[in-house]
Nanobody, 122 residues
Framework: QVQLVESGGGLVQAGGSLRLSCAAS????????MGWFRQNPGKERAFVAG????????DYVDSVKGRFTISRDNTKNAVYLQMNSLKPEDTAVYYC???????????????WGQGTQVTVSS
C-alpha cells in the first residue's frame, strides 16, 4: 500500500554532509511511523533513526546522535535524513521504511525502499 524510493546517497569525505530523501506514494502516508536503517555486507540491517507519524517522537541510535537529523513532511509525502560530520563507519546502504509504530526493530516495518549507497572516505 506504500511505495518508498530513497535518493541522495553518494561518496563524501569524512566530516562532510549528505541529505537522504525518501519519497513515498500510496494511501495514508501520514499515518505511518518512518525509520532509516543501514546495512553492510555480512551484517544485520541496523536502525539509524525513526520518527512517529506526527513527527513529535524521534529516536536515534547512539552512534549518530548529534550528527544526524530525521524529519518528515507529510504534505510532500517525504522523510529525510540529514547527515553531518560523516565518518567512514557511516558507510552503508541506507533504507527507509514505513510501519505502524516507531521501533528500532526492522521486522516491525511493513514497507521498504530499495536503498541508496552512502560511502564516506577517510
Amino acid at each position: 500500500q506504500v511505495q518508498l524510493v530513497e535518493s541522495g546517497g553518494g561518496l563524501v569525505q569524512a566530516g562532510g554532509s549528505l541529505r537522504l530523501s525518501c519519497a513515498a506514494s500510496g494511501r495514508t502516508f501520514s499515518s505511518y511511523a518512518m525509520g532509516w536503517f543501514r546495512q553492510n555486507p555480512g551484517k544485520e540491517r541496523a536502525f539509524v533513526a525513526g520518527i512517529s507519524w506526527s513527527g513529535k517522537n524521534i529516536d536515534y541510535v547512539d552512534s549518530v546522535k548529534g550528527r544526524f537529523t530525521i524529519s518528515r513532511d507529510n504534505t510532500k509525502n517525504a522523510v529525510y535524513l540529514q547527515m553531518n560530520s560523516l565518518k567512514p563507519e557511516d558507510t552503508a546502504v541506507y533504507y527507509c521504511a514505513a510501519g505502524q509504530v516507531l521501533t528500532e526493530r526492522p521486522t516491525r516495518y511493513n514497507y521498504w525502499g530499495q536503498g541508496t549507497q552512502v560511502t564516506v572516505s577517510s
